[in-house]
Nanobody
């Protein structure tokens, strides 16, 4: 069983930055693929970024490429999402997710564990 706790969300002006953190319990974190998803009001939950177990392979959805960076520190059981040049359309609840397979996962159905979510609001 893996428990995920997100932090770092908040209110920021357009053009600003936030760094989300996701702390994981359990001794097998370093073998898990990790992802950040987001869900805006009235919309489906979508994958924003994902990273494999070692941190070598990453994925970004087109709308955040060049602005967001996913990373992980396996010694701290933590995955991060650095978000720069934020836009109002980035406003959403952001969820951290873990999958027992270590490769990058593109489908939320491939993820086994989820955090409770953290709100990110970008004002114009």
């Amino acid at each position: 069983q893996v428990q995920l706790v997100e932090s770092g969300g908040g209110l920021v002006q357009a053009g600003g930055s936030l760094r989300l953190s996701c702390a994981a319990s359990g001794r097998t974190f370093s073998s898990y693929g990790m992802g950040w998803f987001r869900q805006a009001p009235g919309k489906e939950r979508d994958l924003v970024a994902a990273i494999n177990w070692s941190g070598v392979s990453t994925y970004y959805t087109d709308s955040v490429k060049g602005r967001f960076t996913i990373s992980r520190d396996n010694a701290k059981n933590t995955v991060y999402l650095q978000m720069n040049s934020l836009k109002p359309e980035d406003t959403a609840v952001y969820y951290c997710a873990a999958r027992s397979r270590g490769a990058v996962g593109y489908d939320e159905r491939r993820y086994d564990y989820w955090g409770q979510g953290t709100q990110v609001t970008v004002s114009s």
